[in-house]
């Protein structure tokens, strides 16, 4: 594998449900970071891991809870969500958190909240 | 704060055909990075060029070519003769500071047509 990679790529989930969202960078970098991405808006940038210290918390609700074991996996923990959280969750990488270093992206998980 | 416009929502051209992305940014920081980003319908963001804010020279690699303009707070993208590859969502990025506060342009949807 290379580059960053996430999984699952689609998810579709209740609104009682519990689940996470992975994703791994083989790049040797030392950040991370979700983003979301939702229709007809600009990308969202949520939360921010600079060597497994969380640097970032864009005002995310605690329905969505980060966790970054360390530098390479990424884990967004989900519960309790709700319709308007439909979009596509994208994961980046970058050698730092410095604003110097371009950002890597997976693929993204497009999630469904019915 | 720091705020990115991109004013074209969508562009259609025929294959062979030039296309301009405009991209207009705002900020007060003296040092500052610009970025675009290309999204095919696979998902994942390719970055495609980096400048920084004090380097004003012009771009180019191969078919693409960027125009900064700090005068006019203006990184404008170009393809020439384009090709239905492509098509994509492109999205011109800036960080100013601190990496953490990258904002995303709306992104400009590009289709070219056979």
């Known amino acids: 594998e290379t580059g960053v990679t996430q999984t699952p790529r689609h998810l579709v989930m209740g609104m009682t449900n519990k689940k996470s969202l992975k994703c791994e960078q083989h790049l040797g970098h030392n950040a991370m970071y979700w983003y979301k991405q939702s229709a007809k808006k600009p990308l969202e940038l949520m939360f921010v891991y600079n060597f497994k210290e969380q640097t970032e918390n864009n005002s995310v609700p605690s329905r969505f809870s980060p966790e970054c074991p360390n530098s390479s996996h990424l884990f967004l923990h989900l519960h309790t969500l709700q319709p308007e959280d439909s979009a596509l969750y994208l994961c980046a990488s970058s050698q730092s958190d410095s604003p110097y270093y371009e950002q890597y992206f997976g693929p993204g998980t497009r999630l469904t909240v019915t | ?114």
């Open chain 2, 1 to 114: 704060a720091q705020k990115v416009t991109q004013a074209q929502t969508e562009i259609s051209v025929v294959e062979k055909e030039d296309v301009t992305l405009d991209c207009v940014y705002e900020t007060r920081d003296t040092t500052y990075y610009l970025f675009w980003y290309k999204q095919p319908p696979s998902g994942e963001l390719v970055f495609l060029i980096r400048r920084n804010s004090f380097d004003e020279q012009n771009e180019i690699s191969g078919r693409y070519s960027w125009n900064f303009q700090k005068s006019t707070s203006s990184f404008n993208f170009t393809i020439t003769a384009s090709q239905v590859v492509d098509s994509a969502v492109y999205f011109c990025a800036l960080s100013g500071d601190n990496n953490n506060d990258m904002r995303f342009g709306a992104g400009t949807r590009l289709t070219v047509k056979p």
